[in-house]
């Protein structure tokens, strides 16, 4: 019995921190499901070696070989480091004899939380695949690539989803709490790319399979994407990312016979187990990439729990997505670019809560006890439709005061452009008043989160020598929007950054006309 009870415990809990090598997954499913691509070439370090995974040691020498066998197409830099002070390496890629400012910039993250080794792996072997594949040269003439593939050293080295001061890093994006995703951030936003990509691995069996079926579940699915469902991204970068590069990913994982669809994970509901897809949350990459007007997406590889079991099928579903959105974009070079200087004249009004629509639908799953493939109709809640429950005007800027260094300073490493007023001026500005104010929430990620509900009045107002305006008309407009507006779920005011309370009128202001 006691067998037994740790058996379940060890499945859907995982005890990844303290034996990073154990296996959740039976040999029984893997062969039947998840049978390994023997053929993959053992390229990158964790696939030269039977045990482990890529450590800070190999993931330098396999940059530096790079490095010294193709000077003139990669290049390296350090965008900071870990909280223990590991250098973070960034990879780029490019032709550097084509000399063209028009190139297509494509960021692509891996490593965010240490016990992913699929998304770290997946980068290694695809920088590998597009230096020494003649068949994919010719995509390095009209595309820019930065590869942060480690970005969570400390957790990695640990197998640790968290970072060293137990943050999230994908959790952190509008925070900015960590050092890890601070520099990150900063290098994104110098970058600035018009597809940003980033790779996780998932756990297959979760506690609340172990109540589904008869003995319990697994997820059947090689892959999941999750692109934005935030309302506040611009539509046309939505609808296509969603119907074009998704769909042609989707297209090239059925050559290979990989299950996929759109990331779904379980979550209880009123008691009852329900599912749950998309997400429209701005703290996380593939929303926070989407607000700065890129084509986003952050993929779920499924691994996590797993250890290295069916490792080369994992890296092959990635790589196999990564090239599908490389040579979309190539293809439709002109077009993307167009498409991404029209969603920069986004104008919209701004969305502040977002309502997920529920509906019922079909998922497949591993019925664990028979070893079969069965199906499931679901509620479903979906971010990916989510509704607009509550609008506000958009401003044409933002003012805050100058008191608010803390603020000042995301806003510089979002590469938000600010204008310093020189000189004290009066100007027509609409104050926030707190209306109603909670705080009664558990920490969440080391925050103490504030709810507030806020009246904004209209008035001559008295601004300082000092105080920044936060102009609308840039790229990073629906960015702005999700900071600084204060009912909005992931804002400053939200976080707790801007401390407040009930009656207190916000050092945020907005400006209807300049």
Same mark, same amino acid.
């Given at each position: ?9 060890? &499945? ?8 990073? +090598? !154990? ?9 039947? *499901?998840?049978?390994?691509?023997? %053929?993959? /070439? ?10 482990? *995974? ?8 396999? $940059?530096?070989?790079? &490095? ?8 390296? %830099? ?9 250098? &973070? ?31 770290? /792996? ?12 003649? +068949? ?17 050293? %400390? ?70 994407? !999750? ?26 994982? %059925? ?8 990331? @779904? ?29 890129? *084509? ?102 933002? &003012? ?49 989160? +504030? ?54 009128? !916000?050092? $945020?202001?907005? @400006?209807?006309?300049?």
């Amino acid at each position: 019995m006691f067998r037994f009870i740790f058996l379940v415990i060890f &499945i859907f809990f995982g005890y990844d921190k303290a034996y990073p +090598q !154990l296996n959740q997954q039976s040999k029984k499913i893997t062969k039947t *499901f998840f049978e390994d691509f023997s %053929d993959l /070439e053992n390229t990158t370090p964790a696939l030269k070696k039977k045990k482990g *995974f890529t450590n800070q040691k190999e993931l330098n020498l396999f $940059i530096e070989e790079l &490095i010294k066998n193709f000077p003139s197409l990669v290049g390296l %830099d350090y965008i900071g480091q870990t909280q223990k002070g590991k250098k &973070i390496p960034i990879v780029y890629l490019s032709d550097k004899n084509i000399k063209d400012s028009k190139k297509i910039r494509i960021w692509m993250q891996g490593g965010s939380h240490g016990n992913e080794p699929a998304s770290t /792996e997946t980068l290694l072997f695809l920088i590998h695949e597009l230096l020494h594949n003649p +068949q994919n040269r010719y995509l390095l003439e009209k595309i820019h690539f930065a590869f942060v593939p480690m970005l969570n050293i %400390d957790g990695y080295l640990k197998n640790d989803r968290y970072s060293n001061n137990g943050l999230d890093l994908n959790r952190d994006h509008t925070k900015l709490m960590s050092p890890e995703i601070i520099a990150s951030v900063k290098a994104f936003s110098t970058y600035d790319p018009h597809i940003a990509l980033d790779f996780h691995e998932y756990r297959p069996f979760r506690k609340d399979f172990a109540q589904l079926s008869t003995f319990g579940i697994s997820s059947i699915y090689d892959f999941m994407f !999750l692109h934005s469902g935030n309302l506040n991204v611009s539509e046309n970068i939505r609808l296509i990312n969603d119907t074009l590069f998704v769909s042609n990913a989707k297209k090239s994982l %059925d050559e290979f016979g990989f299950r996929h669809r759109h990331y @779904i994970k379980s979550e209880k509901y009123k008691g009852e187990i329900n599912f749950s897809t998309g997400s429209n949350t701005a703290r996380s990459s593939s929303n926070y990439y989407a607000l700065n007007n890129a *084509f986003a997406t952050l993929f779920e590889i499924r691994g996590v729990g797993i250890g290295k079991t069916s490792f080369k099928r994992r890296i092959k579903s990635g790589v196999t997505v990564a090239l599908s959105y490389i040579k979309t974009a190539h293809k439709n070079y002109d077009f993307i670019l167009d498409q991404i200087e029209l969603a920069n004249d986004f104008s919209s009004e701004i969305v502040v809560e977002h309502v997920r629509t529920t509906s019922k639908e079909f998922i497949h799953a591993i019925d664990i006890e028979t070893n079969r493939k069965i199906g499931m109709e679901v509620v479903m809640h979906s971010s990916k439709k989510s509704k607009p429950l509550k609008k506000i005007d958009r401003p044409k800027a933002y &003012i805050i005061k100058k008191s608010q260094s803390e603020i000042i300073e995301k806003l510089d490493i979002n590469g938000i452009k600010t204008i310093i007023i020189e000189n004290d001026t009066t100007l027509s500005a609409g104050s926030y008043t707190v209306t109603a104010y909670k705080d009664d929430f558990k920490i969440y990620e080391k925050m103490k989160m +504030q709810d507030v509900d806020v009246r904004i009045d209209y008035s001559d107002i008295q601004f300082s020598k000092g105080d920044l305006i936060l102009p609308m008309k840039q790229k990073k407009s629906n960015l702005i929007a999700e900071l600084m507006e204060p009912e909005a779920p992931n804002s400053y005011v939200s976080f707790g950054l801007i401390k407040t309370g009930i009656n207190k009128i !916000l050092p $945020i202001y907005r @400006i209807r006309e300049l």
